[in-house]
């Protein structure tokens, strides 16, 4: 089976099993100071699993990890899974509050985080919470205090069905609820990603957006196991670095959203990135505009595969493919294995072209959300998820995303979706960045009102001017802001809350 997609194991923990007794000497993954084999990866797991188990972590606890990205971070992750533990990832940018505030949720019972943390974890006197462990990631062996225990040679015995994580939502549409997620939902949704991605083992995959959120766990980890391929870890996202870390790593590929491949369009070293090794890249978690999507495939000869997902979900539900057709501004298509219906709100199929919300249905679909029975039964109705998103399928079955419903704007009772408008404005070669939101307006309900970036030297009437020529005119932002920079969720996506608070604040002075 060695360098097979392997599609016999039901859990995570045996899939590291498998891959480490026929792939020991292969690489598996690597940063810039480490780097470990299949085998060694394997082994190390064992060792900090049972450091974990003599630190009391049994089979069914929830253990948090607040930990940027590195590879003591993937030793933990599946020790934990090696115990049958449940993994609950933070976001290690996250107030210790806001940190805190998920750790309570999700009665973990230990958490791993920075050595500079953990004094405030402790003070935080979460009820379930009974240890905290430090990871000092400036030394040589990070998890040093989870060594000497000993080993855990076999994996918990755990199903397919049983739960392996609690993954928290970004929140950008209100208070961060737990996705339930097992080890069914992660390989199904693995399985299905990666037989449509030319990614074969001894291939590199590039690891750069940050391990608290799916895609890097599903897209940069579970999926070069499964296919037997190696990944390389960035620390972080620098575009001032990030050309000369591809030079350095050599990935076939790498995972991004757009405000990334913005980023690096005109990054140190970026006229020179012609010749290096990505075939393509995965994007995802916000929409990516056609004006952005031309000018990275024409500068740098780079395939996008444009997909869609939900941490609901695992993490891919659609996607472009790389052997055939894409299209410029859809998500792709349905990835086999899953169904994607686009449905009014009476749970009546739309026709072509039609918008409707986009619903899911597959065997990567999670189980609900942790203690949270009324916001699972709203998401999870007949067997199918609904995303809240709002799309619609061409007649070649690929699938457009309109806008989030909750950020439709209505106006004068016109439906009209931001998104348009925002793709419009990033036509413009000035504008860097946008941002539509709804602005209160005492007759017509809403205004459409517009956040931009942009660049040195661009004056606002321009891009006015640009908006007026390609909009109509209930749709052409009846109030303006020019900022230096957009907020940003933990995973890359424009927030448009502050900018929707700010406006209500300044509505209110």
């Not at 960035?234 to 990030?242: G, L, M, P, Q, V």
Request: with cysteine.
């Amino acid at each position: 089976m060695s360098g097979v997609l392997r599609t016999d194991v039901q859990t995570l923990p045996a899939l590291l099993e498998a891959r480490g007794a026929e792939l020991g000497d292969a690489r598996f993954v690597r940063d810039a100071q480490r780097s470990w084999s299949y085998g060694e990866f394997a082994d190390r797991v064992r060792v900090v699993a049972a450091g974990l188990r003599a630190r009391g972590v049994q089979r069914g606890d929830v253990v948090g990890v607040v930990l940027p990205n590195g590879p003591e971070y993937l030793e933990a992750w599946w020790a934990i899974l090696w115990l049958g533990a449940v993994f609950n990832p933070v976001n290690p940018a996250l107030t210790v509050r806001e940190a805190t505030d998920i750790l309570e949720d999700s009665g973990a019972r230990t958490a791993l985080c920075a050595t500079d943390r953990v004094a405030a974890l402790r003070d935080a006197d979460l009820p379930a919470l009974q240890d905290v462990i430090g990871v000092d990631r400036e030394a040589a062996d990070p998890l040093a205090d989870l060594r000497g225990a000993g080993t855990v040679d076999e994996p918990a015995a755990v199903g397919g069905d049983d739960l392996m994580s609690l993954v928290y939502t970004s929140g950008t549409t209100g208070r961060p609820k737990g996705a339930m997620l097992t080890h069914q939902n992660f390989l199904s949704d693995t399985r299905m990603l990666a037989e449509l991605l030319p990614a074969v083992q001894g291939d590199t995959l590039g690891m750069v957006l940050p391990l608290f959120h799916v895609n890097a766990q599903l897209v940069t980890t579970v999926m070069p196991m499964l296919m037997g391929a190696d990944i390389a870890m960035w620390d972080r996202f620098s575009a001032s670095t990030f050309w000369a870390t591809v030079a350095e790593f050599q990935p076939v590929t790498f995972s991004a959203v757009p405000t990334m491949l913005a980023a690096l369009l005109h990054a140190p070293g970026a006229d020179a990135a012609q010749t290096n090794t990505v075939r393509y890249v995965i994007c995802g978690a916000a929409p990516l505009s056609p004006a952005l999507f031309r000018r990275f495939e024409d500068k740098f000869g780079i395939a996008i595969l444009e997909g869609y997902g939900l941490t609901e979900g695992a993490c891919c539900s659609t996607l472009n493919p790389f052997y055939g057709p894409r299209k410029i501004g859809s998500i792709g298509l349905p990835v086999r294995g899953q169904d994607v219906e686009i449905r009014d709100a009476a749970g009546r199929g739309m026709a072509v072209g039609e918008p409707g919300e986009v619903c899911l249905r597959g065997p990567n679909i999670m189980q609900g959300y942790f203690h949270r029975p009324e916001a699972t039964a709203e998401a999870l109705q007949d067997g199918w998820l609904h995303t809240g998103d709002v799309g619609y399928r061409d007649a070649d079955g690929f699938v457009f995303l309109v806008d989030r419903k909750k950020d439709m704007i209505i106006r004068g009772g016109e439906n009209i979706y931001p998104r348009e408008i925002e793709d419009a404005l990033l036509e413009h070669p000035g504008v860097q960045q946008a941002a539509v939101v709804g602005r209160a307006h005492a007759v017509r309900g809403e205004e459409v009102h517009a956040v931009v970036v942009l660049a040195a030297g661009v004056e606002l009437e321009t891009v006015q001017e640009h908006s007026r020529g390609r909009l109509a005119p209930f749709k052409v932002p009846s109030s303006w802001d020019v900022v230096d920079d957009l907020p940003k969720t933990s995973t890359g996506k424009i927030d448009k809350k502050p900018l929707r608070e700010r406006l209500r604040a300044s509505a209110q002075a």
